[in-house]
């Protein structure tokens, strides 16, 4: 007897299973935001490409990464890429939050009515296959060439994975979950609030992190095209001015933004979606 009490005060919570679950959450959580093989490779890759340029591809066109990463200090102290940057973000977060409320409303409601969705049918099925650049000189003679323009752009790009993914997620709910909210007195609208939506929160935050990508993608090609400001027209004028690093250094601060996009985007949705499980233990990577 004093055996088994001296090997419970010795190894203290070891009759606890959680306890060393909740000791090892931090660690999981801190390891899948800071992602350290992707790390490691990322670095290695970049010694690689500044031991290649230097050593095999000597080009003005292709520089180093470490005259890139000079380039890139340089133009942020002179704050002419930070201007650009600002007017990018801007752009890009009032074109995605247009197009993720309305995608989620109207998709909801086509979701929940066939005779809504039998309605507005046809439009969908002609507007969804256009492509968005190929609208870019409709919106620049209707709306002008500037902010206006890139906004509305990134909004009919970024509304369509949203609509869909809103409708398929609202249709795909359980008709037994349905019918047993009905049968404990809820109706229509509360049924479609606390159950429909709900169900469907998945495949919403699926579209809006699809979106947030495209979202991206349309800013800076709309950027380029239109030459209105912001990072695309920034890494323009680098390119016509053959400096290289400096084009460069703008390409990767878009790649930059991407990623913390993507991160900022995965961590909303563990934190509002806490329910599914996948998203919960990092299936979302």
């Known amino acids: 007897m004093s055996t088994t009490t001296a090997e419970r005060v010795d190894a203290p919570g070891a009759d606890r299973p959680g306890t060393t679950a909740r000791r090892r959450r ?3 959580r801190w390891r899948s935001v800071v992602n350290l093989r992707g790390l490691v ?6 010694l690689l490409v500044e031991l290649l340029t230097a050593t095999v591809v000597t080009s003005v066109y292709v520089p180093r990464p470490s ?4 380039a890139l200090v340089s133009e942020l102290q002179r704050g002419d890429l930070m201007s650009g940057i600002g007017i990018t973000l801007g752009a890009y977060l009032q074109g995605l939050a247009i197009a993720a409320v309305a995608g989620v409303v109207l998709g909801a409601a086509l979701g929940a009515s066939d005779l809504a969705y039998n309605a ?6 002609f507007l969804r296959p256009l492509p968005s650049v190929a609208l870019i000189p409709f919106s620049i003679l209707l709306l002008g060439v500037g902010t206006t323009t ?10 369509w ?3 869909f993914n809103t409708y398929y997620g609202v249709r795909a709910v359980n008709p037994v979950a349905i019918e047993s909210a009905r049968i404990f007195g809820l109706n229509r609208r509360q049924v479609f609030f606390r159950v429909q939506i709900p169900s469907a929160a998945v495949n919403i935050a699926a579209g809006i992190r699809i979106s947030s990508a495209i979202a991206l993608i349309l800013v800076i090609t709309v950027e380029i095209l239109t030459r209105s400001g912001g990072l695309g027209y920034y890494i323009v004028r680098m390119q016509v001015a053959i400096r290289t690093e400096d084009m460069y250094a703008g390409i990767f601060v878009v790649g930059v933004i991407g990623y913390l996009v993507a991160l900022a985007v995965a961590g909303l949705e563990r934190r509002v979606i806490f329910w599914n499980s996948d998203i919960r233990e990092g299936g979302d990577r």
């Open 161 to 163: 994975p949203i609509l």
């Open 26 to 28: 931090p660690t999981r």
């Open 67 to 70: 005259e890139i990463g000079g």
């Open 150 to 159: 890139t906004v509305a752009m990134i909004v009919f790009a970024s509304f």
């Open 120 to 125: 507005f049918r046809i439009l969908i099925e």
């Open 41 to 46: 490779f990322a670095i290695g890759l970049v």
